[in-house]
């Protein structure tokens, strides 16, 4: 079992940026596919970004290509989440989740076994 850990949210203006990461407790986050989602309040978790066990390959949600920017260390010791041109309409928990089924990336989030708690970012107007 991991215990992942997100962290990097918080608050920022329209127009502005955050780097999330997420890490494993146990140190590396393993030769897996990982991915992130995000809930925002009174709405239904949804696919953010993906990125395969080897960084190879990399999938996104329409609505945020060439805004947000997956990408993981070859350490295996983080996964990052770049969010650029951040709107209001992006403020959500945003949680990292990491799939060890043997598959590439995913937009399904059935796929994804291990979650961590998720942090909070606020966009302000």
């Not at 080897?54 to 295996?76: C, H, M, P, Q, V």
Request: proline residues 2%; contains cysteine; glycine residues 12%.
């Amino acid at each position: 079992q991991v215990h992942l850990v997100e962290s990097g949210g918080g608050l920022v203006q329209a127009g502005g940026s955050l780097r999330l990461s997420c890490a494993a407790s146990g140190g590396t986050l393993g030769a897996y596919t990982m991915g992130w989602f995000r809930q925002a309040p009174g709405k239904e978790r949804e696919f953010v970004a993906a990125i395969s066990w080897s960084g190879d390959s990399t999938l996104y949600a329409d609505s945020l290509k060439g805004r947000f920017t997956i990408s993981r260390d070859n350490a295996e010791t983080a996964l990052y989440l770049q969010m650029n041109s951040l709107q209001p309409e992006d403020t959500a928990v945003y949680y990292c989740a990491q799939s060890r089924r043997g598959v590439g990336p995913s937009i399904r989030s059935i796929m994804y076994e291990y979650w961590g708690q998720g942090t909070q970012v606020t966009v302000s107007s």
